[in-house]
C-alpha cells in the first residue's frame, strides 16, 4: 500500500470546493462544506492524508512541500476548477515525476476523455462512485484491472475500464468521523446558516428527485437514495459527540434527507436522546406531525431548495413540488418552530423580467430566515445543460465557463428579452429586496444580541457580503466593457 493524498487543492480566495451537489464557486460569505466525498475513500485507505486546502489557507507551496511525501495524490476537481487544478497536478509531477495523480468528482464521469486530455500530469481519471476505485489504485493494482477508472496507458492511449457496480449497502463504507478528526480544524469550516462549529456527513447517496439542474443525482449519485442504517447513522453520531465536544450541529448533507420518510423519522427517535442540533436538506412537502416530531427530536433547520416564484419554471426544470405546497409546508415550519434557509436560482428556463419580479415577492411572501440566491448553473452531465446547448441558451462557446476570474459565479445563460448582464445583476437586486426589510434586519439584529460569538460572526458576514457585492458590481462592469 503506497502513501495517498486525498486532495481538494488552493484555488481561488474564499472557493468552496467541497460544494458536492453543485455551485463549487466563490460565496458571498465566508463558506466551506467537508469533503466528504473525499474523506470517506482516505477512510478506506490506510496511511491516507486528507488535505482540504481553501479552508485551511494553504497555498501552493505548502501544497507542494506536503504532497512530495506521497506516491498517489488524488485530487477532486469540478468544471469550474478543473484548470486551476490542472496547474496544481503538473506542480506536483514536476517536483517529483513518479507521483500518479488521479482526478475525481461529477467532471471526470461526465467528460473522462476530455479530462484526461486536459493535462499531461493525469494518469487516471475515477467515474461514478469512486471510494473502492481509489483504494484499489492506492494498493497499487494494475490501472487496466480497476473497475470504474479511465487512464493513459505507456503510449498515451486512452483507455475506460468496465463501469463499476454503485453500492448498495452503505454500511459497508467506514465512518469518516476519525478523518476529520485527524486531518481537519472543523473550526475552520462555516456556513452563515449553521451553527457553529458545525460538522455535515451524509447519510445516503442519490436522490429519487429529477430537478433538472442538480449535479450529483445526475451523475454520481443516481436517482435511487441508497442508505446508512439508522442505527449506524446514531452510532456514528454519538460517536462524533464524542470526539468533538464543541460542535454545535451537525448537518446531514443528502441530497434529500426527508427522501425516505419512514427512515428519516427513525434517525430523528435515535437522535433525540442524544440531545444534539441537527439540520438537513428537505423537499418543502413534509406535513406538520412530520415537521414537529423532527423538531421534538432536535432539529433545528431545513435547508430547502424552493428555486423559483413561478409554477411553469417549477414545472419546466421538475421540481415536483408546487408554490402552494411550498407555502403550506414554510407556514407549518414557522408553526413547528423550525427555522428555514431557503435557496432559490435565477436564469432557469425560461426566466424572464417579470419571473424573477415574482419570485422575489414569492420569496419575501415566504420570508424564511434566511436565504441564498444563485445562478443557475448548467454543468456538463445535467439535464439543464443538454437543454442549453440544443435551445442555443449558453452565452459563450465554452459551455464549461461557469464563474469569473475571482472566483464567483456568472451568468451563463441568456433568454430572448433577458440578457446574461440582466439576470446577473438581478441578483443583487433579490438579496436587498429581500434582506432590507425590518423582519429580516430585526430577526438577525436579534440573534446577536442573544450570542456574542454570533454578533462578531454577523460582523464579518456583512464585511464580506458587501464587499462580494462590489465585486460583482466590477464583474458586471466588466462584462458590459467586453460586450461594448
Given amino acids: ?58 497555498d501552493l507551496a505548502k501544497c507542494l512541500a506536503i504532497a512530495k511525501d506521497f506516491d498517489h495524490v488524488i485530487i477532486n476537481t469540478s468544471t469550474p476548477s478543473l484548470k486551476n487544478d490542472c496547474k496544481v497536478a503538473e506542480a506536483i509531477k514536476a517536483q517529483k515525476p513518479d507521483t500518479k495523480i488521479g482526478f475525481v468528482g461529477a467532471h471526470t464521469m461526465v467528460l473522462p476523455t476530455e479530462t484526461l486530455k486536459a493535462s499531461s500530469a493525469i494518469d487516471w481519471v475515477g467515474r461514478k462512485e469512486f471510494d473502492f476505485t481509489c483504494k484499489e489504485v492506492a494498493e497499487d493494482r494494475d490501472l487496466a484491472t480497476i473497475a470504474g477508472l479511465s487512464y493513459k496507458d505507456k503510449d498515451g492511449k486512452i483507455k475506460h475500464n468496465p463501469e463499476r457496480e454503485m453500492i448498495q449497502d452503505m454500511d459497508t463504507l467506514p465512518w469518516v468521523a476519525d478523518v476529520y478528526k485527524r486531518d481537519l480544524q472543523i473550526e475552520k469550516y462555516f456556513i452563515g446558516y449553521l451553527l457553529h462549529p458545525y460538522i455535515s456527513m451524509y447519510t445516503g447517496r442519490g436522490c429519487p428527485a429529477q430537478c433538472t439542474f442538480c449535479l450529483w443525482p445526475q451523475t454520481i449519485g443516481g436517482h435511487k437514495y441508497r442508505v446508512r442504517s439508522p442505527q449506524n447513522v446514531a452510532d456514528e453520531m454519538t460517536y462524533m459527540k464524542k470526539i468533538f465536544p464543541q460542535v454545535r450541529e451537525f448537518f446531514f448533507d443528502d441530497d434529500t434527507f426527508t427522501a425516505n420518510l419512514p427512515r428519516a423519522r427513525e434517525i430523528a427517535k435515535k437522535l433525540g436522546p442524544l440531545g444534539v442540533h441537527w439540520s438537513c436538506n428537505s423537499r418543502a412537502n413534509l406535513d406538520y406531525d412530520t415537521i414537529k416530531s423532527f423538531k421534538d427530536n432536535g432539529l433545528r433547520l431545513f435547508l430547502v431548495g424552493y428555486e423559483s416564484g413561478n409554477d411553469d419554471i417549477l414545472t419546466r426544470i421538475k421540481k415536483g413540488v408546487t408554490m402552494d405546497e411550498m407555502r403550506r409546508f414554510t407556514k407549518d415550519c414557522h408553526r413547528a418552530g423550525v427555522v428555514i434557509h431557503g435557496t432559490f436560482i435565477l436564469g432557469l428556463p425560461v426566466e424572464t423580467q417579470q419571473s424573477i419580479e415574482n419570485t422575489i415577492n414569492f420569496a419575501k411572501d415566504l420570508d424564511v430566515f434566511s436565504l441564498q440566491v444563485s445562478l443557475a448553473a448548467p454543468y456538463p452531465g445535467t439535464e439543464l445543460y443538454e437543454m442549453a446547448r440544443q435551445n442555443g441558451w449558453f452565452v459563450k462557446k465554452d459551455k464549461t465557463d461557469l464563474i469569473e476570474s475571482d472566483g464567483l459565479q456568472q451568468s451563463t445563460l441568456e433568454y430572448p428579452g433577458l440578457g446574461k448582464d440582466k439576470i446577473f445583476e438581478e441578483v443583487e437586486r433579490f438579496y436587498r429586496a429581500y434582506f432590507l426589510r425590518p423582519k429580516p434586519i430585526l430577526r438577525i439584529i436579534k440573534t446577536m444580541l442573544e450570542d456574542k460569538d454570533v454578533f462578531v460572526r454577523r460582523c464579518r458576514e456583512g464585511y464580506e457580503f458587501g464587499r462580494s457585492m462590489l465585486d460583482r458590481r466590477k464583474d458586471l462592469a466588466a462584462s458590459k466593457a467586453a460586450a461594448a
Fill in 1 to 58: 500500500m503506497s502513501r495517498t493524498l486525498y486532495l481538494s487543492p488552493p484555488s481561488f480566495d474564499g472557493f468552496d470546493g467541497g460544494a458536492g451537489a453543485r455551485y463549487q464557486a466563490r460565496r458571498e460569505v465566508t463558506s466551506y462544506w467537508y469533503p466528504t466525498w473525499l474523506a470517506q475513500p482516505a477512510a478506506l485507505t490506510p496511511d491516507s492524508k486528507l488535505l482540504d486546502c481553501p479552508p485551511h489557507g494553504v
